[in-house]
């Protein structure tokens, strides 16, 4: 690099010490040597997921002119040339990450290979959902036998789509409870990557990937009170926005952290959806019985996520002034009682309408006060997105319609201006 160029010419002219100068030179060499481990680690897991479909497409090429007897020794083949690989990497390459990542990986897709497979050759009767269920739950020791956070992610993916296929897909043959189940199990691997590598790409995937496999997958358990499950939904893109802005994440990238950008966005649209008068109308002309609805599934997951909710805003909120609080902390808590008026008044509708104008202005509040072109422009496009659920959906003129248009583009064009010229001010 430049920088290592000059060093010689700063220690000539005692700018550096020859101590600071070593430490310079270690700091950009282990930075090396870490990217590109990280690219041998990616490298190993695409070359060992490759070289498996190869090994089965060649198979598969030749399948139908094979006996039985070939068919089922190709079926167990990659299964145990995985094995191998594993019980290598446990023995001589136990602290080698591309090593433990690659040969679990390989073992993962071996795995299901062979399940499908061996079920083809002797007609074992099944359907997908079986078939990930086993998958998922053969693979599930390789975590931690292997300590390999590529087989959680796909882990996670694989729990996903059982899931879907199961409940959304297949609805309503069966119900996918076991998900939940699955997911615990991969949740003690996340906290020991906390504990670890709390900074490692990895851990970066598994905040997007658990997220957005619970978002996924809440609505299965949604049966027969669906209405219930957008406090569900509520609570849990509140929970998902409050741990985003826990210590941890704070420090870090927003990028890097799913949980406050699936929480932020996933209540924004839920309240633009629901500043429709559609759904209002049919809560009120629906006949909710308490007694039924506190034995229902919905009602359980909706009370779960909001007490975890509560518990964590109470958390949040002890130390905070009330002018620091962010503006969509309290939304999950206004919903519910929104939810409790609409059964009876069409008050509701007005009241989420206010909440979403006022999640814009505060959001442009902050970003005012924080210098934060990002955070203004991000309330702006709330505002903007209300105002065009409201074009669709009221008997506004096109005159006054024209009108909300042009005052929202001109509070954008005024909004920028006025931070860039406070911005070129305090310079």
């Known amino acids: 690099m430049g920088i290592l160029k000059e060093i010689p010419e700063l220690i000539k002219a005692e700018v550096i010490t020859q101590e600071t100068a070593d430490r310079i030179q270690d700091y950009y060499k282990n930075k090396r040597s870490s990217s590109t481990n990280r690219l041998f680690i990616v490298f190993g897991i695409l070359g060992a997921i490759l070289v498996g479909l190869g090994i089965i497409l060649i198979i598969a090429h030749n399948w139908d002119e094979l006996s039985r007897a070939t068919k089922t020794f190709f ?6 040339i995985g094995q191998l690989l594993c019980g290598f990497t446990l023995i001589k390459k136990q602290d080698s990450i591309a090593w433990r990542e690659s040969s679990a990986a390989f073992l993962f897709f071996s795995v299901g290979a062979s399940i499908s497979l061996v079920s083809q050759v002797y007609n074992i009767p099944g ?3 079986s078939f990930l269920l086993t998958w998922m739950l053969l693979c599930f020791p390789l975590i931690y036998v292997m300590k390999s956070s590529m087989v959680s992610l796909l882990y996670l993916i694989g729990i996903t789509y059982y899931a879907c296929e199961t409940s959304y897909w297949s609805y309503p043959s069966s119900e996918s ?7 615990s199990l991969a949740l003690p691997h996340y906290y020991l ?55 941890f994440f704070i420090r870090q990238k927003s990028r890097n952290s799913g949980y406050k950008l699936l929480g932020s966005l996933g209540t924004i649209v839920l309240l633009l959806t629901l500043s429709f008068n559609w759904f209002w109308e049919d ?32 958390v949040h909120l002890k130390d905070k002034a009330l002018n620091n609080i962010q ?24 009241l989420i309408n206010l909440y979403v104008f006022a999640v814009g202005i505060l959001t442009i509040r902050d970003g005012a ?19 065009i659920c409201r074009f669709f959906d009221t008997e506004l003129s096109f005159v006054v319609r024209g009108i909300m248009f042009v005052s929202v583009g001109a509070g954008f064009f005024i909004a920028n201006y006025l931070m860039l010229k406070k911005r070129k001010a305090n310079e």
Not at 293 to 314: C, D, H, K, N, R
Not at 330 to 345: P, R
């Open 75 to 80: 079926a167990f083949l990659p299964l145990f």
């Open 283 to 314: 809560l009120r002309n629906s006949d909710l019985q308490l007694n039924e609805v506190i034995s229902t599934p919905e009602f359980f997951a909706s009370t779960i996520l909001s007490l975890f909710a509560v518990g964590l805003l109470y």
């Open 193 to 247: 990557l906390y504990l670890k590598n709390p900074k490692s790409n990895f851990m970066i995937f598994h905040n997007w990937l658990i997220p957005l496999s619970v978002v996924i997958t809440l609505g299965t358990v949604a049966q027969k009170t669906e209405e219930l499950m957008f406090i569900a939904y509520f609570s849990l893109f509140g929970l998902f926005y409050l741990i985003g802005h826990k210590d």
């Open 369 to 387: 006060q924080q210098d934060h072109l990002g955070i203004l422009n991000y309330g702006l496009l709330v505002i903007t997105a209300l105002v």
């Open 327 to 350: 503006p969509l902390v309290l939304i999950f808590i206004l919903f519910i009682i929104t939810f409790v008026l609409g059964l009876s008044s069409p008050i509701a509708v007005v």
């Open 177 to 183: 409870y076991p998900y939940w189940v699955l997911l």
């Open 127 to 129: 359907n997908l959902s």
